[in-house]
């Protein structure tokens, strides 16, 4: 295990997501963005980035979108709200609740370039993101 850049991000190298991984995501302070995450990929360098996550209540993830990837989420616990703007800004959203204890949905696949944000419905929401890497910073555009 190793951590990156700042606290809310630890790498780890395992094949297996178990119990103690979502207690150690659970040890680490929110970031600014108010998400921790454990990675399951070696570094940001890596060709696929498998992160666990989990995000504050108290915030909403901000209106995003990737350029550079799809991206898949499956709730590992809890529920999290998906609000998906497939058309632009301007489009009426789409509402999206993952999560077993919340809708029969799991799992979504939000397209490369589509606007989006996250809430988790309880501060027990842990779920799985998948994207392509390398890490780029500057492929998160904020709306």
Not at 96 to 124: C, D, M, Q, Y
């Amino acid at each position: 295990m190793k951590k990156l850049i700042q606290d809310s991000t630890v790498f780890v190298n395992q094949q297996s997501i178990s119990k103690d991984h979502i207690s150690l995501l659970a040890s680490l302070p929110y970031s600014h963005t108010g998400t921790r995450r454990l990675c399951f990929h070696d570094s940001d360098e890596s060709p696929l980035h498998i992160m666990l996550v989990q995000a504050s209540t108290q915030k909403t993830f901000p209106r995003h979108c990737h350029t550079d990837s799809d991206e898949f989420t499956t709730v590992v616990n809890g529920g999290l709200e998906l609000t998906i703007w497939n058309e632009g800004l301007q489009s009426p959203p789409s509402v999206l609740v993952l999560g077993s204890n919340f809708s029969e949905e799991r799992a979504a696949v939000i397209r490369k370039g589509v606007l989006h944000t996250t809430r988790p419905l309880t501060e027990e929401t842990v779920y799985l993101e998948v994207k392509l890497g390398p890490f780029n910073r500057n492929a998160l555009q904020i709306f």
